[in-house]
């Protein structure tokens, strides 16, 4: 069982710790290397098994649109229990997908809940989005959230990348992506993930910094925030 933090909107890091190492900021899996900090991705239930008592390691934890058929009555203070937890530094990854069977309202009664989550407990959320941009854009004016939203695995055009930037998003870019939508991307909203991929995340940030005509280092702008470096 998770251990809890008295101080629920402590997360502050060492920057020592972090010097010279990679950042993952979406994985499913643990960090391959003492180099490599990743950002494990956990639903609720694989959250409430876990016995962490590592500093350096962290999560996020969410419902994905695809298991919201499983909820189960309460889960809303499930989660809120689970991001008491030091461990936990991201909310998601949530939100919307046309390739389920779970209606938009239903999603985004979940996506709401999980809003106010992030915004209590000052943690960015991170978000799963497939077809439903333009929803998800008029969704974030309504709310005006102070927490940093991140579209993960983005691979959408540059067009569409310009549009969530201009209104506020963060993109997170995986093994497979738009190279355009990464050259027009600032480097203070960038983030670089692994996500389901075996591939190493240094070598993304390698094909990143070179499209980007940047030292590895200036792609860590965005993840440094997170662990308020």
Known sequence: MLKYKKNLTSHS???????????????????????????????????EKLNVSD????????????????????WESRLEKICEHKAVIMVGECGFDKN???????????????IRVSESFKMPLIIHCVGYYNELAVIKKQFNPEQKWIIHG?????????QLIRNGFYLSFGERYNP???????LDRIFIETDESKKPIKEIYQEISELKGCEIES????SSEIFNL
């Open 13 to 47: 890091h060492s920057p020592s710790k972090f010097k010279g190492k990679l950042i993952d900021i979406h994985t499913h899996y643990k960090s391959p290397s003492p180099d490599v900090i990743v950002v494990q991705n956990l639903s609720l239930s694989e959250a």
């Open 55 to 74: 500093n350096d390691i962290y999560f996020s934890v969410g419902i994905h649109p695809w298991d919201i058929p499983k909820l189960e009555k309460g």
């Open 100 to 114: 389920t069977d779970v209606s938009f309202d239903a999603q985004k009664a979940v996506f709401d809940n999980h």
């Open 154 to 162: 983005f691979r959408g055009k540059p067009q569409l990348a310009d």
């Open 180 to 186: 355009e939508s990464v050259k027009i991307t600032a």
């Open 219 to 222: 792609l860590l702008v965005s």
